[in-house]
């Protein structure tokens, strides 16, 4: 790792304040992925600007049919909420399946969403349930947020402060995990809204990250069930292609995985 | 440089540290507690697993900062004196080792699955909770036993406290 200056932000405010006065910053949650990426030399930040202590940045809450998680919230605190796997248990068991134990005690929504990997998680789940993203400056809808691999709408200095997601009727996720990574071969995340609009997400499929799938939304619009998507056809086009598996092989977990994601739904 | 202050095995400790140290430099290189180890690096083996405010957390992947005002416990730390840990003694007893390499990790893990699930753990359970850290050796057939093992002699040793 490069040398660096490590800072602990006590509030967002002091957080953005560092961030105006340092050449090349970057904000640091969980860490899970900013290391490891400094470690390989890939990132060479001036200053290290720790987020993860900040209070305001931390906890759930459960407000009617808006179910709220704070940009610092851990993946294990994340999982073993009572309001989230009370409102929306897809997301508990997202959480329950993302990295390892280890992993899941410091890594953060926020994190995760911010670095936008095109083959994490949380992304597929806020494309499907119609997120908002909160930030110290403005909210972002999760369409106009997420934008191609490891691209978001923030600005520089720009911090999530929470995730607000609508309490669906049904949602769903289900993914093909890679045995070593953990990180989605595919995942595909169902979600059924209280009004009745389906919405389908898929993450580790694109070249361009995180989609929305139109044809199983289609599909489940008229019948929500496993078998409504047999006859769905998914192009390979544009579809992420590497050592672990093809365009087609993914095409096709697409819809493996939103068949599985819709048995699961509740 | 900065100065990070913490509690590693019940005793308070001040390290001066370049700010890209680690956590994991911080506990062997600056405190020679050596028995927590790296291997892969890159937050895959699970080999540098130490617990931070109770939380098995793998320290190759935390800055020393990070850990500021935290709570550290390594694998030197479990011990009473002389007696080992009940993960431990059950790790000697069921032959969880072989090289030993992984198994600092593999017990702090292993300690903190027992924490979290009590006495609700069966084989499945324990072996999926195990996937953050990697064994080269055993097939982890006796590392999943010895964690069995180890989880009824820490209900036994927690009813009698």
Redesign the interface.
Same mark, same amino acid.
């Given at each position: /790792? %490069?040398? #660096? #200056? %490590?800072h602990?932000a006590s509030s967002v405010d002091e957080a953005v304040s560092l961030f105006g006065k340092s050449s090349e910053a970057k904000f640091?949650a969980g860490?899970?992925t900013l290391?490891?990426v /400094?470690?390989q030399r890939l990132a060479s930040p001036s200053d290290?600007i720790?987020l &993860?202590k900040i209070k305001e940045l931390q906890g759930v809450e459960l407000s009617g049919d808006t179910l709220t998680i704070k940009a610092a919230t851990t993946y %294990?605190d994340i999982m073993t909420n009572a309001d989230v796997k009370k409102a929306i248990p897809a997301i508990a068991y997202l959480t329950s399946v993302l &990295?390892?134990?280890?992993?899941r %005690?410091?890594g953060t929504i926020g994190g995760s969403i911010a670095n936008n990997d095109p083959a994490a998680d949380f992304p597929a789940a806020l494309l499907a349930l119609g997120a908002t993203v909160k930030t110290n400056k403005r909210s972002i809808a999760a369409e106009d947020f997420f934008q191609g691999l490891f691209s978001t709408a923030l600005e520089d200095g720009e911090i999530i402060t929470a995730v607000s997601f609508p309490v669906p009727a049904k949602a769903g996720y289900e993914k093909m995990r890679h045995p070593?990574?953990?990180f989605a071969l595919t995942g595909v995340f169902v979600a059924q809204t209280k009004s009745g609009e389906v919405r389908v997400a898929a993450t580790g499929a694109s070249q361009s990250g995180v989609m929305r799938v139109p044809a199983i939304e289609a599909a489940l619009k008229a019948n929500w069930s496993p078998s409504a998507i047999d006859s769905v056809s998914i192009s390979a086009s544009g579809l992420l292609a590497d050592i672990h598996g093809t365009a087609e092989y993914r095409a096709n977990l697409v819809k493996v995985m939103a068949q599985r994601a819709v048995a699961a739904a509740s | 440089m900065?100065t990070v202050k913490l509690t590693v095995n019940g005793k308070a400790v001040s390290v001066d540290v370049?700010?890209?140290t680690?956590l994991v430099q911080l506990l062997r290189d600056h405190l020679n507690l050596t028995g927590t180890h790296v291997g892969c690096?890159?937050?895959?083996c699970?080999a540098c697993?130490v617990h931070m405010d109770g939380?098995?957390?793998?320290s190759c992947?935390?800055?020393a900062?990070?850990a500021?005002g935290a709570n550290i416990t390594t694998i030197e730390g479990i011990a009473k004196g002389d007696e080992l840990h009940p993960m431990q003694a059950a790790f000697r007893d069921n032959h969880g080792l072989q090289c030993g390499y992984c198994t600092p990790g593999m017990i702090m893990?292993a300690i903190?699955?027992v924490q979290r699930h009590g006495g609700q753990l069966d084989e499945a359970t324990v072996r999926q909770?195990l996937?953050?850290n990697i064994c080269r050796c055993t097939g982890y057939h006796n590392i999943v036993k010895a964690v069995l093992d180890a989880a009824g002699r820490m209900k036994v040793a927690q009813a009698a406290e």
């Open positions: /790792m %490069y040398q #660096t #200056t %490590y602990r640091l860490g899970q290391l490891p /400094m470690k290290v720790d &993860g %294990y &990295g390892d134990p280890a992993v %005690y410091r070593a990574s953990r | 900065s370049e700010d890209r680690l690096d890159t937050s895959q699970g697993v939380r098995a957390v793998k992947t935390m800055l900062g990070q500021d893990s903190d699955i909770e996937e953050g």
